[in-house]
C-alpha cells in the first residue's frame, strides 16, 4: 500500500509539472516568443504531452513558419484528432486549399484518427468558393457514412458549400438535417435563397426564425438590394427595432448601386439625426452618392462631415474623396488631394487617371499612368478604360493606338467591350471610320448597344451614309426602339441632301418601333445635409 500511494504521488507531480510546462509553451507563443517555446519544449522531454506538440505546431501556423510546424507534425510519436485540425485549420487560415485537401486524405487514408465535426467543418469551409468546391457533396456523403451528426458548424459550412455549387436542393436538404439550429443555419438559409433570387422563400424563412440577430436583418436587406427590390429593402430597413452603422450603410450602398443618389443622401441626413456615427465605409458610399448626383455642394457639406467628425483621412476616404471632386467638376481640387494620399494603390491611381480623363485632359492622364507605372502599381483593366477615353476625348489616336495594343501585349490584360466601344469612339471621332468598321467586325465578341451607337454617332458626325446605315442595323438588332437612330439617320439624309429619302426613313422606322427621342434637361438645386 506505502508504494502505491509513493507511485501515485510521483505521478500527480509529473502530471502537474506537464501542465504548468504547457501553460509556459502557451504563455511564450501567445507573446510571440516562439523561439523561448521551442527551447523549452526542447529541454523537457520527458515532461512533454500530445498537448505540448500541438500547441507549439498551432504557434507556428500562427505566426506563419509552416516549416516548422510541417517538421514538428512529422516527429510526433504519437497524434489525436486534435493534432490533425491543427494542421487542417492552420492550411485553411493560410488559403491553402491544396494542403487542407492532401492532409485531409492522409489522415482517412493512413491515419488512425477518426475525423470529427470540427475536422470536417475546417475541410468544408477551406474549399468555399475554390476549384475544390466539387467535393463538397462527397463531404457531405462522408460524414453520413460515419455518422456525424450535423451541428450547426458543419451543417452550415455544408449549406454555404450547396451555396457556391448553385445547388438549391442541396441547401434545403442539409437545413433540414440540422437537428438542433440556431440562429446561423437559417441566415446561411435565408442568404443562400437570396442568391437564387427566391425573395418569397428568404422572407418566409426569416419570419419562421425562431430568433434574429443583426446579421440576418442585413442578410435580409442585403439580399433584397442584390435582387433589385429596393424598396422590400427598405420595408424591412424600416421596420428594425435598432440600426447599426452596418444597417444604414448597406441600404446607403444600395440606393447608391442604382443610381438613386438623392435616396442615398437623404437617408444619410436621416443615420446623422438617428445620432449612429458613420463609419469610414458610410462617408465613402456617401461621396459616391455625391458624384454619382454631381453635386459638389453635398460633396463639400460632407467632406466638412468627415474633417469634423475627426476620422484620419486614409487611402479610402481620400481616394473617394478624389473621385467624388473629378467627377463634380473641380479637378484642381481632386488632384491636390490626390497628392495628400501617403501610400497610393491602384483605386488611388485610377481615380486620378479617370478625373482627368473625363475632363478632356488626355496628356495629363497619360503622365500620371507614367508614374503610376515608376511607383511600381501594375494597371489594370480600369486603368485602360480611362486611358483610351482620355485619348479619345483628347483626339490623341496613335497614343491610343498604341495604349489599347500594349493591353495585350505588355500586360497580358483582355480587352473588354467598353476598351472597344472608347477605341470605336476614337476612330470615330477622328473621321477614321473604317478602322472603327474594321475593329467592330475583328471583334471576339457580338458589339453591344454602346458599341454601335458610338459607331453610328461616328457616322452622323461625318455624314457617312452606308457606314450609318450598317450601323443603324447593329443597332436595331440588338434594341429595336433606340431612339438615336431616327436623329442620326435623318441628319446623315438631310446633310447629304437626299430629303426624298427620309419618307423612306419613316417607314423603315415605322417598320422598327422606333421612336423620336425627346430632349431634356436638369440643374442641380441647392439642398443640405445637415
Known amino acids: 500500500m506505502p508504494a502505491l500511494r509513493t507511485f501515485a504521488l510521483c505521478r500527480q507531480i509529473s502530471t502537474l509539472s506537464t501542465v504548468n510546462l504547457n501553460k509556459t509553451i502557451n504563455s511564450f507563443i501567445g507573446n510571440g516568443n516562439l523561439e523561448e517555446a521551442r527551447k523549452l519544449f526542447d529541454q523537457s522531454p520527458n515532461l512533454t504531452n500530445i498537448v505540448s506538440w500541438n500547441s507549439l505546431i498551432a504557434g507556428y501556423f500562427r505566426y506563419n513558419n509552416f516549416r516548422q510546424a510541417e517538421y514538428l507534425f512529422d516527429q510526433m510519436p504519437h497524434r489525436d484528432v486534435v493534432s490533425w485540425n491543427t494542421m487542417l485549420s492552420g492550411y485553411r487560415n493560410a488559403n491553402n486549399p491544396d494542403k487542407v485537401y492532401k492532409c485531409f486524405l492522409h489522415m482517412n487514408r493512413y491515419g488512425d484518427m477518426r475525423p470529427n465535426e470540427l475536422t470536417f467543418s475546417v475541410a468544408i469551409s477551406s474549399f468555399l468558393h475554390l476549384d475544390f468546391k466539387h467535393l463538397i457533396p462527397q463531404l457531405h456523403g462522408l460524414v453520413l457514412c460515419l455518422g456525424i451528426s450535423l451541428n450547426v458548424f458543419v451543417g452550415s459550412a455544408l449549406m454555404r458549400g450547396y451555396i457556391d455549387l448553385d445547388d438549391y436542393r442541396g441547401l434545403a436538404r442539409v437545413f433540414d438535417e440540422i437537428l438542433d439550429k ?16 427566391c425573395t418569397s422563400e428568404a422572407q418566409r424563412a426569416f419570419d419562421m426564425m425562431p430568433r434574429r440577430n443583426f446579421f440576418t436583418w442585413s442578410t435580409l436587406i442585403n439580399g433584397y438590394i442584390e435582387n433589385r427590390k429596393l424598396n422590400e429593402a427598405r420595408s424591412f430597413f424600416d421596420k428594425m427595432s435598432e440600426k447599426d452603422v452596418v444597417s444604414w450603410t448597406a441600404m ?30 458610410t462617408f465613402s458610399t456617401v461621396l459616391d452618392a455625391c458624384a454619382g448626383h454631381s453635386s459638389v455642394l453635398l460633396g463639400n457639406q460632407v467632406h466638412a462631415c468627415i474633417l469634423k467628425s475627426g476620422f484620419p483621412l486614409d487611402v479610402v476616404l481620400l481616394t473617394s474623396l478624389v473621385d467624388m471632386y473629378a467627377k463634380c467638376g473641380d479637378i484642381e481640387v481632386a488632384f491636390c488631394i490626390f497628392e495628400l494620399i501617403p501610400a497610393r494603390n491602384l483605386v488611388a491611381w485610377n481615380s486620378i487617371i479617370g478625373g482627368y480623363a473625363r475632363h478632356g485632359l488626355a496628356e495629363r492622364a497619360i503622365q500620371e499612368f507614367e508614374e503610376m507605372l515608376k511607383s511600381g502599381i501594375r494597371p489594370d483593366e480600369i486603368t485602360f478604360i480611362n486611358l483610351v477615353y482620355a485619348c479619345d476625348h483628347g483626339g490623341l489616336v496613335k497614343e491610343g493606338e498604341r495604349i489599347f495594343n500594349s493591353m495585350v501585349t505588355d500586360y497580358g490584360l483582355k480587352a473588354e467591350m467598353e476598351h472597344y466601344a472608347c477605341m470605336v469612339d476614337l476612330y470615330g471621332r477622328a473621321g477614321q471610320l473604317e478602322k472603327a468598321e474594321k475593329l467592330i467586325k475583328g471583334m471576339p465578341f457580338k458589339p453591344d448597344v454602346v458599341v454601335w451607337g458610338a459607331f453610328l454617332g461616328a457616322c452622323g458626325l461625318h455624314s457617312c451614309l452606308e457606314l450609318g446605315e450598317f450601323a443603324a442595323n447593329g443597332l436595331y438588332t440588338l434594341e429595336h426602339d433606340h431612339p438615336a437612330v431616327y436623329a442620326v439617320l435623318s441628319k446623315i439624309y438631310g446633310d447629304k441632301g437626299v430629303c426624298s429619302d427620309i419618307t423612306g426613313l419613316d417607314k423603315l422606322l415605322k417598320k422598327w418601333r422606333t421612336t423620336k427621342q425627346k430632349a431634356g434637361s436638369w440643374i442641380e438645386s441647392p439642398s443640405s445635409i445637415n
Do not use: E
Request: avoid cysteine; proline fraction near 4%; glycine fraction near 10%.
Open 252 to 281: 446607403i450602398r444600395g440606393y447608391v448601386q442604382y443610381g438613386d443618389f438623392m435616396k442615398a443622401l437623404k437617408l444619410f441626413k436621416l443615420m446623422l439625426n438617428s445620432g449612429t456615427r458613420p463609419n469610414h465605409f
Open 182 to 197: 440556431d440562429v446561423t443555419p437559417w441566415n446561411v438559409l435565408i442568404l443562400g435563397y437570396m442568391k437564387f433570387g
